[in-house]
């Protein structure tokens, strides 16, 4: 069987009435980006955010951070910088 290549996947920002859809759809998106792991563990101990760790999160913050309405930006935005 072959597999489907899909270069840009786009998902519908993250707005006052989609929340669940969104959530699940972010799932697939940083799941298929190997970067789930950032956001569903624990935060590492400090010693363990070495440089590839690092730029990781950046990535899965970037990802979330541009998958949300302006207006909806101030929910996240705390979540985003906590990591």
């Known amino acids: 069987m072959r597999r489907l290549k899909m270069e840009k996947v786009k998902i519908t920002k993250l707005n006052e009435t989609n929340y669940q859809i969104w959530k699940y759809k972010m799932e697939l998106l940083l ?31 970037a990802d979330i951070g541009l998958s949300v309405e302006d207006n909806q930006l101030c929910h996240v935005r705390k979540e985003l910088g906590m990591r």
Do not use: Q
Request: proline share 3%.
């Open 31 to 61: 799941t298929k980006a190997d970067l789930w792991d950032i956001v569903n563990n624990e935060l590492p101990d400090v010693a363990a955010r070495n440089e590839a760790w690092l730029k990781r999160d950046g990535k899965a913050k």
